[in-house]
């Protein structure tokens, strides 16, 4: 058997791991830092998937290992679409707020919708961080809002494409030009002289 670690303190587990569930999450925790829970759990058996014997049987999109997605095209193919084409709109925070509020939702109401922690909902809807693409397409289904915007090329200027590049002079340019000129006219310009 594994060494575990406890889920609260980081000891290794000596003996056998107690299951509780503290603040609403469910942790693996060594005998000491079992006080802390309030409730125990077990943990599920593994689910048996069913194949769909239909042809019309509709699979919802799966997370790939590089952080892409699968998408199912209007004409059926399968598009994959990576995480860096995606990203989320800026003033998400506030968006998922309104929205939140505008349904009469309270924050834990908006994070057992979708299974979610209310202080992963508070800290997205304070900014603190950006949600992933999993968690704001769940907030964009719960919510109906829009979250996710397609992320655009960088404009290239058209002086980059014609080849070389506009750009202001140098200080050397303006010294040799100006030196160049000076020898042209002869010593007009020369004040040293006199």
Do not use: Y
């Amino acid at each position: 058997m594994p060494n575990l670690q406890c889920d609260v303190c980081g000891r290794e587990i000596i003996g056998e791991p107690k299951r509780v569930i503290i603040e609403g999450a469910k942790m693996t925790v060594c005998s000491e830092c079992a006080k802390l829970g309030s409730g125990s759990w077990e943990p599920e058996p593994p689910k048996t998937r069913q194949r769909a014997a239909s042809k019309g049987a509709v699979k919802p999109p799966a997370i790939k290992d590089a952080g892409a997605q699968r998408k199912k095209a209007a004409s059926g193919s399968i598009l994959t679409v990576t995480s860096e084409e995606i990203e989320v709109i800026e003033g998400f925070g506030k968006l998922i707020k309104q929205a939140r509020e505008k349904m009469g939702l309270t924050p834990e109401d908006l994070g057992k919708r979708i299974g979610e922690k209310e202080s992963v909902i508070k800290k997205v809807e304070g900014g603190k961080i950006v949600p992933d693409i999993r968690l704001a397409t769940k907030l964009e289904h719960a919510l109906k809002i829009k979250l996710l915007k397609k992320v655009s090329e960088p404009k290239i200027e058209e002086t980059a494409l014609m080849g070389k590049p506009r750009r202001e002079p140098t200080l050397g340019e303006i010294v040799h030009l100006r030196g160049a000129k000076g020898r042209s006219l002869g010593d007009e310009g020369d004040n040293s002289s006199t």
